[in-house]
């Protein structure tokens, strides 16, 4: 019974990408979603709240798992890499997300969510400590200062029409991760 489940958790989610890549997110509704699949609407609801759940649960099984992973096994640098391989893999996709309207279910904001956690996550497993001569930061104030600027230039990437292959823009991350403003600046 629950392969079946999980077989018709993934087929909404496949009708739901199929929408996503010819209509805006704000277009969808979930009879497209169902139609698309041939089931009737109160079978989505047993498996996802909304569509904002869908695009969430996309999210987790084209990324998380493997992201978190590396991040558990202290790869956090083959993390970045991969993280930005599997939204460029999906660039279409994942451009259509971010076009969304902005709010509390936006793509933006699950990538934020995401991003914070897998800081948390890499300071956890390492067992990091914060510096005693600034009091007032902690772990969860790092991981949102660096997701703030990093989801910003993950949505440029996305967004805009760069050519930027994942492998350079992972290479970027991470130099901005392991870089001072200082040794970034050139005069």
């Not at 077989?7 to 497209?32: G, P, V």
């Not at 909304?50 to 096994?73: A, M, Q, R, S």
């Not at 914070?116 to 300071?123: D, E, I, K, Q």
Request: charged share 25%; hydrophobic share 40%; with cysteine.
């Amino acid at each position: 019974m629950d392969k079946k489940k999980d077989l018709t958790k993934e087929l909404l989610a496949d009708c739901f990408h199929e929408l996503m890549l010819a209509y805006s997110f704000d277009k969808i509704t979930i009879k497209m979603i169902t139609d698309r699949a041939g089931l009737i609407r109160p079978t989505f609801y047993k498996h996802f709240q909304d569509k904002y759940e869908v695009l969430e649960w996309i999210f987790h099984t084209d990324v998380e798992d493997g992201v978190n992973f590396l991040i558990d096994n202290g790869m956090e640098a083959d993390a970045v890499v991969m993280f930005c391989r599997c939204l460029d893999r999906d660039r279409k996709f994942y451009r259509k997300a971010y076009l969304m309207e902005p709010g509390p279910n936006s793509f933006d904001n699950i990538l934020s969510r995401y991003v914070s956690g897998c800081f948390l996550r890499a300071a956890s497993n390492r067992g990091l400590s914060v510096n005693k001569l600034f009091p007032g930061i902690t772990h969860e104030t790092i991981a949102n200062y660096y997701t703030y600027g990093l989801v910003y230039g993950i949505r440029r990437w996305i967004v805009d029409e760069t050519g930027i292959s994942a492998e350079h823009t992972a290479e970027t991350i991470l130099y901005l991760l392991t870089h001072s403003l200082k040794d970034m600046i050139t005069t």
